[in-house]
């Protein structure tokens, strides 16, 4: 069974940045196109970034689009958010998975926007 470890998160201003890891168990981490993932408060998940398995094709939601990176080392099996000028409306917890997810979802990491 895959597993899924996200890290990263913590209490930042408005404004400031926070660099997010998403590390996935095993080889097929490579072949996956990949997505973070974000819960807020009382909200659904949503998709915030998605990325193909060579890194060819990459998008994000309108709510992030000119703030945040999304990447990618698939000989670490890694996924990476480069989270900057954050607001208060980005504060959730953030996934990873795979585009069509796979029912079992990582401990996900904490990002609180506050002054």
């Known amino acids: 069974q895959v597993q899924i470890v996200e890290s990263g998160g913590g209490l930042v201003q408005p404004g400031g940045s926070l660099r997010l890891s998403c590390v996935v168990s095993g080889s097929i981490f490579s072949i996956l196109a990949m997505g973070w993932y974000r819960q807020a408060p009382g909200k659904q998940r949503e998709l915030v970034a998605t990325?193909?398995?060579?890194?060819?094709?990459?998008n994000y939601a309108d709510s992030v689009k000119g703030r945040f990176t999304v990447s990618r080392n698939n000989a670490k099996n890694t996924m990476y958010l480069q989270m900057n000028s954050l607001k208060p409306e980005d504060t959730a917890v953030y996934y990873c998975?795979?585009?069509?997810?796979?029912?079992?979802w990582g401990q996900g990491t904490q990002v609180t926007v506050s002054s």
């Open positions: 998975n795979k585009v069509a997810p796979w029912s079992s």
């Open positions: 990325i193909t398995r060579n890194s060819g094709s990459i």
